[in-house]
């Protein structure tokens, strides 16, 4: 399955602006934060999904692309129902220190059964391989000649279809973008979320994160 973050679609308007038909994206490939981690009550991505964020004033190409990750990037060990870490690391935060929790604005949980569990990051699909700065290449049609402005994949990735259809209205995301070789995600052959090999703080699976040991 696939979906997009729609929050924010005149970004998409301005991306012709930066970059024309076959233009080279510069920033391709840099590490981004999707938007969506700022909300308290996101309780992060899911490994079936690919989200194309197209509002991220973080990337040179306004497009911040989640493909098929799970959980946070700012938490790659996830927290519990309760809003604790697991085992040695801290609770989630979001990148401006806000705490996780789960919760919308008048404090109801989004998810009453879930609450504040954010699950985390698979080993096998970790942020560096997931999510990253992106450019929409080509259409889903995988041509370039329909009126929208498409950008050239540096080195190192391929143009690789990505989202199939979201509506009418928001055609203009769905497509092609440049994704980093040889890290394309087949669902007959990764597990899914219920069965991938989670990072262990126990273990620094992941690397050194953030909050692990006080750090």
């Not at 080279?24 to 999707?34: E, K, R, S």
């Not at 540096?154 to 055609?171: D, H, K, N, R």
């Not at 669902?187 to 692990?212: E, H, K, M, R």
């Amino acid at each position: 399955m696939t979906r997009s973050i729609l929050a924010g679609l005149a970004a998409v308007a301005a991306i012709p602006v930066l970059c024309g038909t076959g233009c080279q994206t510069t920033g391709v490939g840099d590490p981004c934060i999707p938007e969506s981690e700022y909300d308290p009550s996101y309780l992060g991505a899911s490994v079936d999904d690919v989200d194309t964020e197209s509002k991220s004033y973080q990337c040179q190409s306004f497009m911040c692309l989640v493909n098929h990750f799970q959980g946070r990037v700012t938490c790659p060990y996830g927290q519990a129902k309760d809003g604790s870490g697991n085992g040695p690391a801290q609770p989630c935060l979001t990148p401006i220190q806000q705490p996780v929790t789960g919760m919308d604005s008048y404090g109801n949980y989004v998810d009453p059964v879930n609450q504040a569990t954010v699950l985390p990051n698979c080993q096998d699909r970790q942020v560096a391989d997931a999510v990253y700065c992106s450019c929409r290449c080509q259409n889903v049609d995988g041509k370039t000649d329909d009126g929208f402005n498409y950008c050239t994949c540096p080195s190192g990735f391929t143009c690789t279809q990505l989202v199939s259809s979201i509506g009418a209205t928001f055609e203009g995301l769905t497509g092609a973008y440049c994704v980093k070789n040889n890290t394309d995600f087949n669902i007959n052959t990764f597990p899914g979320p219920g069965a991938c090999t989670p990072c262990d703080p126990t273990t620094a699976s992941c690397g050194p994160a953030q909050g692990v040991g006080g750090k």
